[in-house]
């Protein structure tokens, strides 16, 4: 059965088109399942890259919360696709909700890799949200708080799209109107089982057709140090239930929520003991000299470079930028997750991996700038520096 089911899904996915998933519905579902923004600074580039990911309705729901989401994913990513092996879980568990608006909802942390200094983790919810017109009664309406500004709608579905859509004519044209959104959705919190909230820093988000939404949820590298090389991390996601009331009577706005916090999704995920490298060399940009160091993974690197008592020198305006670009010995680039300078004398610059782990890396610096930008010559104008494996 599942063969059959592997078939349908590979023959689906050659067929997926990828749209950009906007950054605000993502930010939109966590304020709405009543969590705290996160504290520490998150970049969204995995999330400004999510899409849509069509998969055949005739697929059983039962069967794909069982697939793993990083082999799902690799179909377009090498990243993913050479880190699928690792990523299997002994034992998943599901979270099963029914409500009176969504039915059933099911949620699921399907696979995760932990190397013992980074982790990811996937996971999917089946039925996760809903929404329809309504015209509030006096009940409703005596709950409602005036706005003063128009709330943002960030379709994820075409359900949501059409009936938006609708919603920003009707307030256009001054008519009444009032939605409802309906949701379950996870928290942007990942909690141990000793009560550690693990800082999370980008997330993949694809929905498909049939209902799901699929994402790999990945974090700050190295994890914080008593998560660090350990034999297992137990981990828990809460999800939220609420709900979303909007109203507009031809001249204002008025909304009213409610929150409520349901089971947490919760796997044991165990260390793979993939290998983690350590590179080191030195070099000068400008006249200032510098040493470098990269600790890297199949996963993610991370680039430490110590300044000779100096900083780079200050470009002239915002638009310029400096890149640090990090290069394997196939000559594959890294991709920047995170720029930090700073601490003076001192800059801090997080990469994706490729996947596997590097044998030799080579970093070169050069300053970017908007408009048109020959990369490729100032690729080959810059002082590449080898860096090279530390035993």
């Known amino acids: 059965m599942k063969n059959n089911i592997r078939s349908q899904v590979d023959a689906d996915l050659s067929k997926v088109t990828w749209t950009m998933h906007?950054?605000?519905?993502?930010?939109?579902?966590?304020?709405?399942?009543?969590n705290e923004p996160v504290k520490k600074k998150v970049s969204f580039v995995a999330v400004l890259a999510?899409?849509?990911?069509?998969?055949?309705?005739?697929?059983?729901?039962?069967?794909?919360?069982?697939?793993?989401?990083?082999?799902?994913?690799?179909?377009t990513d090498e990243r993913y696709k050479e880190i699928a092996p690792y990523t299997v879980l002994e034992q998943t568990s599901e979270v099963s909700v029914s409500t009176v608006k969504l039915g059933t909802t099911v949620a699921s942390i399907n696979s995760a890799y932990y190397d013992g200094q980074s982790l990811m983790v996937g996971y999917?919810?089946?039925?996760?949200?809903?929404?329809?017109?309504?015209?509030?009664?006096?009940a409703l309406f005596a709950k409602m708080t005036k706005v003063e500004e128009l709330p943002f709608l960030a379709p994820s579905t075409d359900e949501e799209a059409?009936?938006?859509?609708?919603?920003?004519?009707?307030?256009?044209?001054?008519?009444?109107i009032g939605i409802s959104i309906y949701s379950i959705s996870p928290s942007d919190h990942t909690i141990t089982d000793e009560g550690v909230d693990i800082p999370p820093c980008m997330e993949d988000v694809r929905k498909g057709e049939d209902g799901i939404e699929y994402s790999i949820r990945e974090y700050e590298t190295p994890l914080p140090e008593e998560l660090q090389n350990l034999d297992h991390l137990t981990l828990n996601i809460r999800l939220a239930q609420s709900a979303r009331w909007y109203y507009f009577d031809g001249m204002n706005c008025y909304t009213y929520?409610?929150?409520?916090?349901?089971?947490?999704?919760?796997?044991?995920?165990?260390?793979?003991?993939?290998?983690?490298k350590t590179f080191a060399g030195s070099g000068q940009y400008e006249g200032i000299e510098y040493k470098a160091s990269v600790r890297a993974s199949a996963?993610?690197?991370?680039?430490?470079?110590?300044?000779?008592?100096?900083?780079?020198?200050q470009l002239p305006d915002h638009d310029h930028w400096y890149e640090f670009q990090l290069t394997d010995e196939t000559g594959k680039e890294l991709r920047i997750q995170e720029y930090d300078d700073r601490e003076y004398g001192k800059i801090l610059v997080r990469y994706e991996g490729t996947g596997k782990i590097p044998s030799e890396l080579t970093l070169r610096i050069f300053v970017d700038h908007e408009g048109?930008?020959?990369?490729?010559?100032?690729?080959?104008?810059?002082?590449?520096?080898?860096?090279?494996?530390?035993?």
Do not use: H
Not at 162 to 176: A, E, H, I, M, Y
């Open 22 to 34: 906007d950054q605000y519905a993502v930010m939109n579902r966590i304020r709405e399942g009543g």
């Open 50 to 75: 999510a899409a849509i990911l069509a998969i055949g309705a005739t697929v059983a729901v039962a069967e794909m919360l069982g697939f793993n989401i990083f082999e799902l994913f690799g179909k």
């Open 124 to 138: 999917s919810i089946q039925n996760d949200s809903c929404v329809e017109e309504i015209m509030p009664d006096e």
């Open 162 to 176: 059409n009936l938006f859509r609708k919603w920003n004519q009707f307030v256009s044209d001054g008519k009444p």
């Open 257 to 276: 929520y409610e929150w409520q916090e349901l089971e947490p999704m919760k796997a044991t995920v165990w260390n793979t003991n993939a290998e983690i």
């Open 299 to 313: 996963v993610n690197a991370q680039l430490e470079m110590r300044l000779d008592g100096e900083s780079l020198p």
């Open 372 to 391: 048109e930008f020959d990369k490729d010559a100032a690729i080959r104008e810059a002082q590449p520096v080898v860096l090279t494996p530390q035993k």
